[in-house]
């Protein structure tokens, strides 16, 4: 039963759905990189020790997984609010 909720909020298998939102955020990520956005300037001024450990995190170094990092960060402060926010408007819709 726990897991049929558990489906049913993440819609779907759990591990495919973060599997997924990963993805995503690190290709939306690159995507306001390339375009010159940096929401983790927003985190930063609301959250400034956030802000640092992002900074730190962001600056370690500038090899292939440092990138995909600061893509998957970035994305992810863009996609994970607005799949949350649509998951609880949806599980809430049915009941």
Do not use: C, K
Request: hydrophobic fraction near 55%; charged fraction near 15%; aromatic fraction near 14%.
């Amino acid at each position: 039963m726990a897991s049929n909720s558990l489906d049913r909020f993440f819609g779907g298998p759990p591990v495919r759905t973060l599997l997924w939102l990963v993805v995503l955020s690190v290709v939306i990520g690159f995507v306001l990189a390339t375009i010159g956005l940096d929401p983790v300037t927003l985190v930063h001024r609301v959250f400034a020790d956030f802000g640092r450990f992002v900074d730190y995190v962001l600056h370690f170094g500038s090899d292939l997984v440092g990138n995909v990092v600061r893509y998957f960060i970035y994305g992810a402060v863009v996609v994970i609010p607005i799949w949350l926010i649509a998951r609880l408007l949806s599980y809430g819709r049915r009941g």
